[in-house]
């Protein structure tokens, strides 16, 4: 069977939606966007199959650092988790001051959802990246304030 | 490289020469984004006529700051 390991990036998000689009037509399989960037904050979290629980340290994460380094969040439901992805545009530095703190977080065992691969990752190469597969937005927050969340994960 | 000219000092006629070929790439520049959007534009058509639409990103992060997107073939395809 004919795998494809093509790769295309872009700037353009019109540019990357007719690429995905031709790609499938044309070798009939499917394709993923990813998103990738240093001045937006970017976050994965593994459930581990207990979504409430890790959606409480999703919601506490977006409410202390958008507040902290002030922000607007978007939460993305994914298969096995959550996405938190900053709308609103941050410095490298700021991303790297956050990061490292979430990081630090892990490690004294405040956050147990939150991958710490995935964000030592981020460090090492110096720019945020996630694979957007079936996701759906489910909550949104903004310096420190919720602004809606969906209804199963509502307190 | 260009020649000299007469009374030019060759500091000048270096800065001459970097302006130039400043203006050739950036006439390249403007050429190659032409011919990426008038391509875009041909696929989009092709596209349409296979009755695939426009697909939504479900990401509301806007095309601008350091920001890139990439096609990758999807994992649940190769089994991962």
Not at chain 2, 32 to 46: D, F, G
Request: with cysteine; proline share 2%; net charge negative.
């Amino acid at each position: 069977m004919f795998e494809s390991k093509l790769r295309v990036n872009t700037s353009s998000k019109r540019v990357a939606s007719t690429t995905k689009r031709y790609l499938e037509k044309k070798f009939g399989l499917t394709y993923d966007y990813a998103v990738s960037s240093r001045s937006h904050l970017m976050l994965d979290f593994d459930c581990k199959g207990e979504k409430q629980t890790c959606f409480t340290e999703v919601r506490m994460i977006c409410i202390l650092y958008s507040k902290e380094f002030p922000a607007y969040y978007s939460v993305y439901e994914t298969p096995n988790g959550f996405h938190i992805i900053s709308t609103t545009e941050y410095t490298w530095r700021d991303v790297r001051k956050i990061l490292e703190s979430l990081l630090m977080g892990i490690k004294d065992g405040i956050w147990h959802y939150l991958d710490d691969k995935y964000i030592e990752a981020c460090l090492r190469r110096g720019y945020c990246t996630l694979r957007l597969n079936q996701i759906r937005k489910v909550a949104e927050y903004s310096v420190g304030d919720i602004l809606w969340e969906a209804r199963e994960y509502q307190i | 490289m260009m020649a000299r000219r007469r009374g030019r000092s060759p500091t000048v006629d270096a800065e001459i020469e970097d302006l130039e070929e400043m203006i050739e790439t950036a006439e390249i520049m403007r050429k190659e984004k032409e011919l990426v959007e008038s391509i875009s534009e041909a696929i989009e058509e092709e596209l349409k006529s296979w009755g695939i639409v426009e697909e939504d990103f479900k990401v509301d992060i806007e095309e601008h700051g350091d920001i890139w997107w990439t096609v990758i073939p999807s994992k649940e395809k190769k089994g991962e």
